[in-house]
T-cell receptor, first 113, second 112 residues
């Protein structure tokens, strides 16, 4: 029972490069989320999805794009990385709307130089 | 708007108790509590829905005062394993799809 799996775990990018973070869950959850975590700021929502084929913006969406072509996968893309995107990225999923806890992935530590 | 947690940090000795508070300027539908150990993912502790209920999880319990828009997490007879950063996450009435807004976190350190 893997839960939520994120890849890669670590990545260093140069400014302007692009990359995709993959989140996969095997719990048949409808809802999936991408958060970023910065020191002293808690977790901030980037984008989220309420089901296969749907995506929506969260609190800090600029510079990111997402796709959810399959129910179990939620991809986060950075088209042109900036140093301000240096952060730890967490994917999470939940079964019901607002009434279930989130299951988080182990995180991706991204550094943009 | 981000809920506000207090205190920002707590240092305890094993066996001592602690209370972590979470306050919002907006009406709340639910409050979640998570614990995150250094370098790891946040782990779900409990959820409280509007209605002022109190929940327990071993020696960790929480209350939710909907009218005051506040929640408190109670840790009793603390253990070394309780060390970590505690986050509350809130949803408001009419907030879609369970989107949580997290507080800035409270760092709890338990010493032997």
């Amino acid at each position: 029972n893997a839960g939520v799996t994120q890849t890669p775990k670590f990545r260093v990018l140069k400014t302007g490069q692009s990359m995709t973070l993959l989140c996969a869950q095997d719990m048949n959850h409808e809802y999936m989320y991408w958060y970023r975590q910065d020191p002293g700021m808690g977790l901030r929502l980037i984008h989220y999805s309420v089901g296969e084929g749907t995506t929506a913006k969260g609190e800090v969406p600029d510079g990111y794009n997402v796709s959810r072509l399959k129910k179990q996968n939620f991809l986060l893309g950075l088209e042109s990385a900036a140093p301000s995107q240096t952060s730890v990225y967490f994917c999470a999923s939940s079964y019901r709307q607002g009434a279930d806890g989130y299951t988080f992935g182990s995180g991706t530590r991204l550094t943009v130089v | 708007q981000q809920p506000v947690q207090s205190p920002q940090a707590v240092i305890l000795r094993e066996g001592e108790d602690a209370v972590i508070n979470c306050s919002s300027s907006k009406a709340l539908y639910s409050v979640h509590w998570y614990r995150q150990k250094h370098g790891e993912a946040p782990v779900f502790l409990m959820i409280l829905l509007k209605g002022g209920e109190q929940k327990g999880h071993e020696k960790i319990s929480a209350s939710f005062n909907e009218k005051k828009q506040q929640s408190s997490l109670y840790l009793t007879a603390s253990q070394l394993s309780y060390s970590g950063t505690y986050f509350c996450g809130t949803t408001g009435p009419g907030t879609s799809y369970g989107k949580l807004t997290f507080g800035q976190g409270t760092i709890l350190t338990v010493h032997p």
